[in-house]
């Protein structure tokens, strides 16, 4: 399966403020993309069950801390199921503990950030991101 070639990125985080600062920083970076924001890995799952091969995002940005279904269990459901697991998955989050990144990575996160303390490191960060994903 190839990646989705219309740059579109799901930004699963529970708090609205966090999920609009990720995409203002893309959008600074003028990173063309298309986005659908996500509240809890109960929706993710319901959103990627819900939508044709075809209209997989081209990236999940997926906060490890959220009501429900916690971000690790939802990563560890994409990973494991064949019709999503090629779908690239960062783990973006505040935690900064050895265990959760080691645990991520175990499930297949295809790489694991801590959220940066400073707008302008995110604005850097999601340069990053689209320059490494989106090409």
Known sequence: MKPNPKNLV???DDDPDDRQ???????????KMDYVFIENGDELMR???DCAETDYPSLILLDL???????????KEI???PQYNH???IVL???TLLTDRSASYS????????KPPSYTELVTLTNAIARLWFG
């Open 107 to 114: 499930l297949g996160a295809n790489c694991f950030i801590s």
């Open 47 to 49: 959103t990627l069950a």
């Open 87 to 89: 779908i690239p998955t």
């Open 65 to 75: 801390n959220m009501p429900g279904m916690l971000g690790m269990q939802a990563l």
């Open 21 to 31: 600062i990720i995409l203002d920083a893309f959008l600074e970076n003028n990173t």
């Open 93 to 95: 989050t505040t935690s």
């Open 10 to 12: 799901y930004i699963v």
């Open 79 to 81: 990973k494991s199921n």
